[in-house]
């Protein structure tokens, strides 16, 4: 088992918490958070059985302490994700791992130097319904891969260090990157719109991967929560909606296939199957993450949600934040001086 501090708990980090704590390979230590508010509905929750405090700084140097858990919003995170490892305790890190590609270059680089376990909480590669179509993928069932068509969307929290995209759309190139088997992309385009505050609350993500497109659509202004992923592969489709209960995977044995004609050339038609909806048994995505980051730490293994991969996700951002802002400027009027 190993002992855990965790820096942050607010929305997430109160669901990061009661998981590490639930968890019979970790151990919640200790519970920091800057807000004597949040300390206070740790206590209603953990009573005793968690040491409370406002700083991290003296669990640093705490032999008994083997890893950090970091839940706190991006842009403050990257200070003391340096700092823990550079302590050379462990750390499971919230996504997005860092606003940029520079900082998560040295995060990573940290990592290895330190020799410490570094994993970003990319929480959907541990979801069951994520690795069957991986399983289905990797086992040829899906055919090739010929789209990822997901969408993300709910009303806020509208949040001041990133945007929408980065928020949300991180989950799902790593779950392409994942599906895949690490395929990256040779074309991004992005548009998006800051409706409130400083950074965008919708945004449209278009992706060209060698033998595949992706579009991702990320939003904080939807009336209705969505969490939707549709893959085409040239054998079945499928439709993993996360917002449904039992049934959140549709596996459609549907297709196009191409006919010859009787004048010897070929047309392509829509070809009907099955519809089925797999048992899949429920777990916690939160919970596979944490004991995948705890086996990692116990074993001397690297994450799947390492920083090689964190690096990868955040390069593609980095790349759709350029072009948002390029995309972002609103033509002349015609007519109109210079
Ligand atoms: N993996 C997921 O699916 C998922 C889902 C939601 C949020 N998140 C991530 O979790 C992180 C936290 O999001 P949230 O919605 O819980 O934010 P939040 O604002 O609700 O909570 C952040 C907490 O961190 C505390 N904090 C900030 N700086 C601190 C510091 N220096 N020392 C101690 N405490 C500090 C704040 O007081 C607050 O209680 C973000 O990075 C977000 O992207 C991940």
Known sequence: MINIVQIGYGYWGSNVARNISLSKKTNLAALVDK????????????????????????????PEIDAFALAIQTEPSFEIAKQIMQAGKHLFIEKPMAENTEKAIILNRIAKEKNVVLHVDHIMLFHP?????????????????????ISRMNL????????????????????????????????????GEKHYGNQETLTYLTLKYPGFLGHIKSSWISPIKERRTIIGGTRKMVIFDDMKTIDKLTIYDQGIIEVGTEYGSYEFKARSGDITIPYIAQEDALRNSIEHFADCVENGTESIANGDHAIKIIRILDEAREKMKINSTEPKP?????
């Open 35 to 62: 807000d004597p508010n949040r300390l206070e509905a740790a206590e209603n929750t953990f009573h005793d059985r968690v040491e409370l405090s406002t700083d991290y700084l003296p669990f640093l140097n705490d």
């Open 129 to 149: 319904i994520i690795r069957r179509i991986k399983q289905m993928y990797d086992e040829g069932e899906l055919g090739d891969l010929i789209y990822f068509d």
């Open 156 to 191: 806020g929290p509208i949040r001041r260090d990133v945007n929408a995209m980065l928020d949300l759309a991180v989950h799902d190139l790593a779950v392409i990157d994942f599906i895949s088997g690490g395929k990256e992309p040779y074309h991004v385009e992005a548009i």
């Open 334 to 338: 015609e007519n109109e001086p210079g």
